[in-house]
């Protein structure tokens, strides 16, 4: 249907947590390489190796992000883990956020993007609302409902497709129930129930994959890069950077 209509399949992937070399990140440079399927790569500022950058000279397509500070829960036993809410002082949160961008920027360069993914997916709009003064252009979450606003440009495109059950046994949702995700929330643009221009985001984890869903991205990518009517998008594409 996308190619009958020439309206190509739009689509985006991002990566979380990363913070440290090790074998699974070397693993997943090298799909993004290999599959030429543009990463985006959300790294935790705070306590990040100063020779990962070593790692992506020779990778096309790896953008990096923002994943809040530290990676640390602020939040009551009684509430959802979060590191951006509001139980701490706004301008505490904020000197956290400056800094982190400051460290990525200086780290990685031009492959650094100014876009906040907060920890757990969860910040305060108390927050969200400050991001485009501290200077960032986008932000990232999960799922269709976008709590920013702006007219000036400011971004926020989500993740819409986690491959990993963390309520259960925090391993591969499986093929049919990722392909059935990932075609529902390609249907829902077609509909109209979600904007049409809103890229569908898959979201990984490169440190809790099985060898199932390493299998799973492999042939996903395969697949659709044989297909005429899906276009993968960068970071840059993404937040219109």
């Not at 959300?42 to 992506?56: C, E, N, Q, R």
């Not at 602020?74 to 505490?92: N, Y």
């Not at 969200?128 to 495109?157: M, R, W």
Request: some cysteine; glycine content about 6%; charged content about 25%.
């Amino acid at each position: 249907m996308w190619r009958k209509d020439n309206m190509p399949a739009t689509m985006w992937w991002r990566d979380d947590d990363a913070q440290l070399p090790c074998p699974q990140l070397d693993r997943l440079i090298q799909l993004s390489d290999i599959s030429k399927t543009p990463l985006v790569l959300a790294t935790i500022p705070h306590g990040v190796d100063s020779s990962l950058p070593v790692k992506f000279k020779k990778a096309a397509n790896i953008t990096i992000v923002q994943h809040g500070w530290s990676h640390k829960n602020h939040a009551p036993v009684t509430e959802k883990k979060c590191e951006l809410g509001d139980q701490r002082a706004l301008k505490e949160v904020e000197h956290e956020l400056t800094a982190g961008a400051e460290i990525l920027k200086k780290l990685f360069g031009d492959i650094f993007l100014p876009v906040l993914v907060p920890p757990w997916n969860r910040i305060s709009i108390t927050v969200a609302d400050q991001l485009e003064n501290l200077g960032y252009l986008g932000l990232s979450t999960f799922g269709d409902k976008k709590i920013v606003q702006s007219a000036s440009g400011f971004c926020q495109a989500n993740t819409h497709v986690d491959l990993i059950n963390w309520r259960d046994d925090r391993a591969f949702i499986g093929t049919e129930n990722a392909l059935q995700k990932i075609t529902f929330h390609l249907l829902k643009r077609r509909c109209g129930d979600v904007p049409y221009l809103d890229a569908t985001g898959i979201l990984t984890h490169h440190l809790d994959h099985n060898e199932k869903l390493w299998r799973f991205l492999e042939d996903f990518f395969q697949f659709t890069a044989e297909q005429s009517a899906v276009q993968w998008q960068t970071g840059r594409k993404v937040f219109e950077a």
